[in-house]
């Protein structure tokens, strides 16, 4: 067996062995930062500019996301929770980067609403990984 599937079936092995309130946890933060940024882009692609139909759009979004049935999701695959888990690493690395042009006209704005949507993402996964070892 070569190094690259053994690396494989370890991390396959340690998705599989998360609790189904991490996995739950990962999802809902993914979505929790896709689906206001997919409203935001939507309704910007529509043609609705302003500052205040964006951030109509984001709250909706994320309302939305937070509101979603998640406790009854049960990924079970290890391969399928791995591939979640990468997912959701990509987005967080990337998506707090992409909504504030979507939603504020100015640069120095979007510098600071980016800026705290990387503190707000960090503390939330912070908290959960303080809330997890007890």
Known sequence: MD???KITDALIRFAAGLAPETIQFWLRLVLLLALPTVACAWTFLQGHRSVFV???AVVFGGLLAISL????VHIVSGLG???LLVFAFVLITFMPASRPPLVLPTLSAQRKLRTALYWTVSVLVFINLIWRAR
Not at 69 to 72: D, E, F, G, K, V
């Open 69 to 72: 049935p998640l406790q009854h």
């Open 54 to 56: 964006q951030v109509l």
């Open 81 to 83: 929770r791995l591939w």
């Open 3 to 5: 190094i690259i599937a």
